[in-house]
């Protein structure tokens, strides 16, 4: 919500030296999230003003362009006569009208510069200015000619057209719903610098009377609905501008009269109108819910196929309009436009989001009515609407008017005078909780040590006792409430996964990985892109009722689409050397699925619920996954870097393990994404599979954006640490010295040397300390199509020193074992 700060003190007393950024920091610490205060026009500097136009010449330009050349009254300015000599393109305005006229030195939005400068044949003095060129919307077809005739040539333009405003942009919460209008921000504004609050809500909703045009409601989505008939407006008449630049400030386009009357009331009050042209409807006007097969053509010329759980306006004959987020094109205000019957109700908060959630059509009303709308602000705002066509649009308000339901009730909360002091553990007494509650508007009734509380009508989000809790907390300051550190229970600490988990990511980030955290988000597009097939089990999607957006509609069953994103996003900002990685639970669907259940928000769910809830999402493991590309080690003067690949991948995965005392086998293997042959396979020393890591498909990466030969790595972290030795199963350090033994073998190119190590491994026995491949060899020594695997085996007994003949005989065991597993031969030379 934008909100001017010359609106905001209509409402408000604000101070007259008060600015934007004082009263910006007013309103973070009273709870609201002010974002941005925009000083707009603090750019504009220079001779901006008023001019009128004396005479003018037209010339036709040696291209064909008609110019005119103008004389223009700019009052005195360095004691000349105050006519200056302008040239200009636009040809909407006459001799005697009064324009804006930017002259030599003046400095416009966009750091745009004037000076007089020759065009046309002609030096212009200056420059006659259109709204687009003053900020004032994006109108550069003609220049922008003011209807004040009594205006002074030569004074100042910028305080006449207000060019120069504080805007504090505030991202309004969904329980501030009251904050989307000028009236709300000012209420907050006065309740936090302690001042006089006006409120532009002056009327109270009459009992229900149906004298004017006739209103039938059908659903008990719409409790209230308030219609006015204006007759005889003028459509032709231009907005105030004042109006429109208020409009323009608040971040909406000025459109029309009529359309800008009911945005402007909408932005001051936050309530949403509407207004129909009274002479395309067709009978009364019926809220009800939509019928199988019906459609509507919205406002922006789109058809629509309506659901029957949508709220609908409609009359004889058909829908028109989508209550709470959009009118329809039959009953549009046009140019012809003589007589309107205004909207002002008040729906349903669920079923409008859902509407737009549905429809995907978010629009201002829909934004204000999901939050929540201050019923009784309906019939204050239909009537100011109507008084403001009326007072600019010529028209004449009829006295029979229509009010059908009634403001829905509020529930009241009883809760004890000490519950605050007990939650915020600060001292709040009886006397301050109940003027601090009374200063937001509820009504407290004091029962000596219980109060009980009614909300005010723009509030429906105060339902439980520690909502108001939380808004003492707030008009008292969070900030002068003393943190208070809770004292840890004895005897408890982190638990064997949580220990491993930072174990894990310690030994990672010491590696180089970056951790990020991304959405648990999918597509099927994602596991399309990946290859997936159709039996793997990444294909049983859990899928989100009211996803965050379309395009995601699924909880992620693989860590590496979210990574791969995170990749491209700092790929397309020059980060071209990646190492990430991510912890985080992904989630496997039963089959069949379950529904879950869906709860009310009004209390905690109960201990069943919350079962329910998460045996519906099915299997849910920790994934450990990275993606790595560009260079692992960068070029210097040593010499080349070492580009990061398949081996910085698998090491990835090791280096996991061995974290938390595991040592994992791998084998070459082929699952996608990864590339048929540059992909290892990793198992527990039980043989279970626990994850892949290697170099990338071609075709994933051209799908994905990414780097061709892009590596990756996802394994089951869970299964990981389910596996990992406990304390009791980790070997004591011997203190007998360490026997050493080398050994090379000769194998086909084909054979893994995973597949070596593991013969050796499996064949030296307990002994066996510890084992490495430090060098591997191809060449015309050892023949074509062989290659030559060199080890570093580590022997050590926990209870005697090793004798040269049982190394060597442990030694040659292994060797044994991996020329019966493997065919290999060993090098002797």
């Known amino acids: 919500m934008r909100a ?13 030296d008060l600015d934007g950024r004082t009263l910006a920091e007013a309103l973070i610490r009273a709870g609201l999230e002010v974002e941005t205060v925009d000083h707009v026009g603090e750019e504009i500097a220079g001779p901006l003003v008023i001019g009128k136009v004396l005479a003018y010449e037209v ?17 005195p300015h360095n004691h ?15 001799v005697g009208d009064v324009v804006v006229v930017a002259l030599p030195g003046t400095v416009l939005p966009g750091r745009f510069a004037i000076s007089a400068r020759r065009t ?16 004032l919307g994006d109108d550069h077809t003609g220049i922008l000619v003011l209807d004040e005739p009594d205006l002074t040539p030569g004074s100042d333009a910028v305080p006449v057209l207000d060019l120069r405003e504080d805007v504090l942009d505030i991202a309004v919460t969904p329980d501030r719903g009251y904050c989307l209008s000028i009236r709300g921000i000012a209420r907050e504004a006065a309740q936090a610098m302690g001042i006089a609050f006006n409120d532009p809500v002056d009327r109270v909703v009459p009992v229900e009377t149906t ?56 932005l001051e009050t936050g309530q949403p109108i509407h207004a129909y042209d009274a002479d395309l409807l067709d009978g009364p006007i019926v809220v009800r819910k939509a019928g199988e097969g019906e459609k509507l053509t919205t406002l922006d010329d789109v058809v629509r196929p309506l659901h029957t759980n949508d709220l609908l306006i409609t009359d004889a004959s058909g829908p028109i309009g989508l209550a709470g987020v959009m009118g329809g094109a039959t009953t549009e205000l046009s140019l012809s436009t003589r007589n309107v019957v205004i909207e002002a109700a008040h729906f349903d908060a669920m079923t409008i989001a859902r509407t737009s959630r549905r429809h995907k059509l978010s629009s201002e009303a829909s934004r204000r009515f999901e939050r929540g709308v201050d019923p009784e602000a309906s019939y204050a705002a239909a009537h100011r609407v109507a008084e403001l066509l009326v007072e600019h649009a010529g028209g004449t308000l009829l006295a029979a008017e229509t009010v059908r339901g009634t403001v829905p009730g509020r529930p009241s909360t009883t809760i004890s005078d000490t519950l605050p ?10 006397s301050s909780v109940v003027r601090l509650l009374e200063a937001i508007g509820a009504t407290v009734t004091d029962h000596g040590d219980r109060l009980t509380i009614t909300p005010p009508s723009w509030r429906p989000d105060l339902k439980d006792p520690y909502d108001y809790v939380e808004e003492v907390g707030r008009l008292i300051g969070f900030d002068t409430i003393e943190p208070v550190v809770p004292t840890a229970p004895v005897g408890r600490g982190l638990t064997r996964s949580q220990r491993a988990r930072r174990a894990i990511n310690a030994a990672l980030a010491a590696r180089g990985f970056v951790e990020v955290l991304s959405f648990s988000f999918a597509s099927i597009a994602d596991l399309d892109a990946m290859g997936i097939p159709s039996d793997d089990q990444r294909r049983r999607l859990n899928k989100i009722v009211n996803p965050l957006s379309e395009a995601s509609p699924y909880l992620r069953t693989s860590l590496l689409p979210g990574l791969f994103a995170a990749a491209v996003r700092n790929l397309s900002r020059g980060n071209d050397d990646l190492a990430l990685f991510e912890a985080g639970s992904v989630f496997f669907a039963d089959d069949p699925q379950t529904a879950a259940p869906r709860p009310p928000v009004t209390q905690r769910p109960s201990a069943e619920e919350l079962a329910a809830i998460d045996r519906a999402l099915g299997q849910q493991p920790r994934h450990l996954g990275a993606v790595l590309t560009g260079q692992w080690q960068t070029d210097s003067w040593e010499g080349r870097g070492v580009t990061a690949g398949w081996q910085q991948a698998i090491a990835f995965v090791e280096a996991a393990g061995l974290a938390i005392g595991l040592r994992l086998d791998r084998r070459a293997a082929e699952y996608p994404p990864w590339h048929p042959g540059r992909c290892a396979e990793f198992t527990l020393p039980t043989g279970e599979r626990i994850g892949y890591a290697g170099e990338l498909h071609p075709d994933v990466c051209t799908a994905f954006g990414l780097p061709f030969r892009t590596a990756a790595a996802e394994i089951d972290l869970d299964a990981l640490i389910a596996a990992a030795p406990t ?48 060098d591997v060899y191809t060449g015309p020594q050892i023949g074509k199509g062989k290659k030559s695997l060199a080890y570093a085996l580590r022997f050590r007994a926990a209870d005697r020193t090793l004798t040269d003949a049982e190394a060597a005989d442990a030694r040659d065991a292994g060797v044994a074992a991996a020329v019966q597993r493997t065919g290999a031969v060993q090098r002797t030379v």
């Open 4 to 16: 001017p700060l010359r609106w905001l003190r209509e409402s408000a007393a604000l101070p007259d």
């Open 59 to 75: 010339e036709v330009h040696s291209n064909g362009k008609p110019i005119r050349w103008c004389q223009v009254d700019v009052g």
């Open 80 to 94: 000349d006569s105050g006519s200056r000599s302008v040239v200009c393109g636009a040809h909407n305005f006459e």
């Open 120 to 135: 046309y044949g002609h030096v212009s003095d200056g420059m006659i200015c259109s709204p687009k060129e003053l900020g």
């Open 211 to 266: 004298n004017g045009y006739p209103i039938e409601l059908q659903s008990d989505a719409c409790p209230l609905f308030v219609a006015l008939t204006v007759t005889g407006i003028d459509p032709s008449r231009p907005s105030p501008r004042w109006l429109a630049r208020r409009v323009q400030l608040a971040g909406m386009r000025s459109i029309s009269l009529a359309v800008d009357i009911t945005n402007y009331v909408m």
């Open 421 to 430: 002091t007990q939650i915020l553990g600060t001292d709040v007494d009886h």
């Open 727 to 774: 304390m009791g199963d980790i070997p004591a350090i011997s203190g007998f010295p360490v026997a050493k033994e080398d050994v090379a073998l000769i194998v086909d190119e084909d054979i893994p040397a995973a597949a070596v190590e593991r013969a050796l491994r499996a064949g030296a026995g307990p002994l066996l300390e510890s084992i490495w491949l430090f």
